[in-house]
């Protein structure tokens, strides 16, 4: 294997294993998050996408190369098929081309996948303290308004013609049920976005199924051409 190629298979196995870790429970998403937001990739982040363009380039390009090796070698020249080294040869180029081919191919995928689960888990750890915060907040202001209600109708009690007191408890009571309407709808998207999670989590098991898929069929591939190099 060349160079670059064995470059780009170090990639794809870093690929594999980001990817792991992204998706097993090794870290909450707050705390990804804080690592998102550390000091070397907040250095990073301005160029961030001029970087992955790059790279998605640099697949692209020698994904498009693996095809036309892949093409060329898939249909050999009148004659080659007279000598049994040279048929060797073009067999051996045709594996190479569709190893590279997978490599290249998975490379790509993955630096997509790997970008979608970032946003996603940036997102969710955002959504999430945004809930916490609301929470906390719907909390603190329902204990105070049923403290002020609790005073109110004690008051209330003891000077039924104040109408002031009275729409006062209206209002807090108008409050509360604002507040109780806002933590429903906080609890609903709180739902939401684990139902997204395991949503994320189903796609992800389907793509690591076509990926063994893919990986026993290079393999078989490899198979069937080792043998052939031992029947000859």
Not at 81 to 104: G, K, T
Not at 124 to 130: G, I, N, P, S, W
């Amino acid at each position: 294997m060349s160079i670059q190629w064995t470059l780009i298979a170090a990639f794809l196995y870093a690929e594999i294993f980001l990817v792991l870790l992204l998706v097993l429970p090794v870290a909450s998403p707050q705390r990804w998050q804080r690592i998102f937001k550390s000091r070397f990739l907040s250095a990073l982040s301005s160029q961030a996408q001029y970087y992955f363009m790059i790279l998605i380039a640099v697949l692209v390009l020698f994904f498009l190369d693996a095809i036309r090796e892949m093409r060329k070698y898939s249909n050999p020249e009148e004659g080659t098929h007279q000598h049994l080294d040279a048929e060797m040869q073009v067999n051996m180029r045709l594996f190479r081309a569709q190893r590279n081919f997978y490599i290249s191919g998975f490379a790509l995928f993955l630096s997509l996948v790997i970008r979608r689960l970032v946003t996603l888990i940036s997102t969710q750890a955002t959504l999430l303290a945004e809930s916490e915060a609301a929470l906390k907040q719907a909390r603190s202001a329902t204990s105070t308004a049923r403290s002020l209600i609790s005073q109110t109708q004690s008051s209330a009690a003891q000077n039924d013609a104040n109408e002031a007191h009275d729409k006062q408890v209206k209002a807090l009571k108008e409050q509360v049920q604002e507040l109780e309407r806002t933590l429903n709808r906080e609890r609903k998207d709180k739902e939401a976005l684990k139902s997204q999670a395991e949503s994320t989590n189903a796609e992800y098991d389907r793509l690591a199924e076509e990926h063994r898929k893919l990986q026993n069929k290079l393999t078989a591939v490899g198979g069937g051409d080792g043998e052939d190099k031992k029947d000859a």
